[in-house]
């Protein structure tokens, strides 16, 4: 069965630190998104991808950076962790742009701790 | 600017009976709106949309209704089973540019059930 993983599930990094996280999905879908989630403020979009070589910005985009190499992969980075990025980070695929209804299949998260 | 809003962080109701979660909405360019649901330590799962030309959908127990010039959606659950608690998401999609695809996230309500 298509899948979306993510890796690691937890993560304890210090501040001043490189962490990537890994999103994996199986689907072959064209756009893939990250978003962060903390209380009060539900999802909010880092960064998203629609296709190989293409990336954008989301609304909380500083200090994370996302390269896309291939169909199935997209790793976010955060360059120097901050006590501010902790949280619980989602990764999700959807069909090509012009797909009618856009559903977002979301991965089980990563909770990432920056000490 | 939140676009999409859920004033409500949380709802309690009692099994058997029906569950009505809101969300409001600021943008226009709104075209597509979904509802995801979101157990503890999981990613969120589709649950029911709407797009912007109806004013109701409906999925066995589950009914969305639309009304655009109030800029308002709602979730009715009917009836409510204690496996129903847990996080709703209300989303909404942007029509077009380079956003298309897009999704937006309310905060987030979090619903109980109680036998």
């Known amino acids: 069965d298509a899948e979306i993983t993510q890796s690691p599930r937890h993560k304890i990094t210090e501040t001043g630190r490189q962490v990537t996280l890994a999103c994996h999905q199986t689907?072959?879908?064209?756009?893939m998104f990250w978003y962060r989630q903390d209380l009060g403020h539900g999802l909010r979009l880092i960064h998203y991808s629609y296709g190989v070589q293409d990336t954008n910005k989301g609304e909380v985009s500083d200090g994370y950076s996302v390269s896309r190499s291939n169909t199935e992969d997209l790793p976010l980075t955060l360059e120097s962790a901050a006590s501010s990025q902790t949280s619980v980070y989602f990764c999700?695929?959807?069909?090509?742009?012009?797909?009618?209804?856009?559903?977002?299949?979301f991965g089980p998260g990563t909770r990432l701790t920056v000490l | 600017d939140q676009q999409v809003k859920q004033n409500s962080p949380s709802l309690s109701v009692q099994e058997g009976r029906i569950s009505i979660l809101n969300c409001d909405y600021t943008n226009s360019m709104f075209d597509y709106f979904l509802w995801y649901k979101k157990y503890p330590a999981e990613g969120p799962t589709f649950l029911i949309s709407?797009?912007?030309?109806?004013d109701k959908n409906e999925d066995g127990r589950f009914t969305v209704f639309l009304n655009k010039s109030a800029k308002h959606l709602s979730l009715h659950i009917v009836p409510s089973q204690p496996g129903d608690s847990a996080v709703y998401f209300c989303a909404a999609r942007s029509a077009g540019g380079t956003s298309y695809g897009k999704l937006t996230f309310g905060q987030g309500t979090i619903l109980t059930v109680h036998p």
């Open positions: 709407i797009s912007s030309i109806k």
């Open positions: 999700a695929s959807s069909e090509r742009a012009g797909s009618p209804y856009n559903e977002q299949f």
């Open positions: 689907w072959n879908h064209n756009n």
